[in-house]
């Protein structure tokens, strides 16, 4: 559960953000990558969080 706050309540407030402006402000395919696997192991992670906690 506290992986689950920690998310919410504090990576997915600024993160989504930093990737949008990391994305433009780069033209290196490295960093775009980066950026976009940073944001889709955020989501990933909070769903797999949210399934987890409602198996138990």
Do not use: R
């Not at 976009?36 to 990933?44: S, V």
């Amino acid at each position: 559960m506290e992986n689950q706050k920690i998310l919410e309540e504090h990576l997915l407030v600024w993160v989504p953000q930093f990737v949008a402006v990391l994305k433009e402000a780069t033209s290196h395919s490295l960093y775009k990558g980066i950026a976009f696997i940073l944001g889709q192991f955020l989501k990933t992670d909070l769903l797999m969080s949210d399934e987890i906690l409602a198996a138990l």
